[in-house]
């Protein structure tokens, strides 16, 4: 019996999206001890794979039924649209949409594969592509998350699910306890882990940038007792 090609590549597919279904299930038991299905608003077109993946735990919308949802996923992320994001200015519906979900303090996650800018890495001047690295880092700095792909997106959505329905005691705080003196790369260890609140030490002194960047990312700091 012959098998397609085809064929071969659905039951891995299938394969992928169920273990990935198992994976989000085990996690929001062993972290919440309950079952959570949210809402996903999506940026752009996925492919078929991914977009199973997405709906193993999500309902999920477009920008034209666009209605209340917990995160974001860019899918397609245009030169213009990174530009507007990163400027603060809601020069397209797409920006808007990303701009007012970090400013709810909800999650934005960006598909590295969908950043246009970064097709044109070999051709483009090196101070524009500068330019849109920096729009980039930028983005990261207002909250929002560049991830490989939409498992890692799904990964992340449910850790933050998390960290909302624990009680609120130091073990949901990211331990800083041990520095001295806490800086802005110190609190970039929190990227992409879920935690709203830092605990540092008694004595703990706060830098500036580190300050700058609490505001910004609207981060709960709690010192020792």
Not at 35 to 50: I, N
Not at 181 to 207: F, P
């Given at each position: 019996?012959?098998?397609?090609?085809?064929?071969?590549?659905?039951?891995?597919?299938?394969?992928i999206?169920?273990?990935?279904?198992?994976?989000?299930d085990?996690?929001?038991?062993?972290?919440?001890?309950?079952?959570?299905?949210?809402?996903?608003?999506?940026?752009?077109?996925?492919?078929?794979?991914?977009?199973?993946?997405?709906?193993s735990?999500?309902?999920?919308?477009?920008?034209?039924e666009?209605?209340?949802?917990?995160?974001?996923?860019?899918?397609?992320?245009?030169?213009?649209?990174?530009?507007?994001t990163?400027?603060?200015?809601?020069?397209?519906?797409?920006?808007?949409?990303?701009?007012?979900?970090?400013?709810?303090?909800?999650?934005?996650?960006?598909?590295?594969?969908?950043?246009?800018?970064?097709r044109?890495?070999?051709?483009?001047?090196?101070?524009?592509?500068?330019?849109?690295?920096?729009?980039?880092?930028?983005?990261?700095?207002?909250?929002?998350?560049?991830?490989?792909?939409?498992?890692?997106?799904?990964?992340?959505?449910?850790?933050?699910?998390?960290?909302?329905c624990?009680?609120?005691?130091?073990?949901?705080?990211?331990?800083?306890?041990?520095?001295?003196?806490?800086?802005?790369?110190?609190?970039?260890?929190?990227?992409?882990?879920?935690?709203?609140?830092?605990?540092?030490?008694?004595?703990?002194?706060?830098?500036?940038?580190?300050?700058?960047?609490?505001?910004?990312?609207?981060?709960?700091?709690?010192?020792?007792?």
């Amino acid at each position: 019996m012959n098998i397609g090609k085809s064929e071969v590549t659905d039951s891995l597919i299938d394969d992928i999206i169920e273990e990935v279904k198992a994976r989000m299930d085990r996690m929001q038991e062993e972290t919440c001890g309950c079952s959570r299905t949210g809402k996903v608003l999506v940026l752009g077109a996925l492919e078929p794979a991914e977009e199973n993946i997405l709906r193993s735990f999500a309902e999920i919308q477009t920008l034209q039924e666009a209605g209340t949802y917990d995160f974001i996923v860019a899918a397609q992320v245009s030169i213009g649209l990174l530009a507007y994001t990163a400027l603060g200015i809601p020069g397209q519906p797409e920006a808007q949409c990303i701009l007012e979900a970090l400013l709810s303090g909800r999650k934005v996650y960006i598909l590295e594969k969908g950043l246009e800018y970064r097709r044109y890495r070999e051709s483009s001047y090196k101070a524009l592509y500068q330019k849109y690295q920096e729009y980039e880092e930028e983005i990261r700095r207002f909250g929002g998350e560049i991830v490989s792909g939409v498992q890692e997106a799904a990964e992340l959505a449910v850790r933050v699910w998390k960290k909302d329905c624990a009680p609120a005691d130091d073990s949901t705080a990211f331990d800083l306890t041990g520095l001295k003196l806490l800086g802005e790369s110190d609190l970039g260890k929190m990227r992409g882990t879920g935690y709203r609140t830092v605990l540092i030490g008694r004595k703990t002194i706060i830098t500036p940038l580190a300050k700058d960047y609490i505001s910004n990312h609207n981060l709960t700091v709690r010192r020792q007792q």
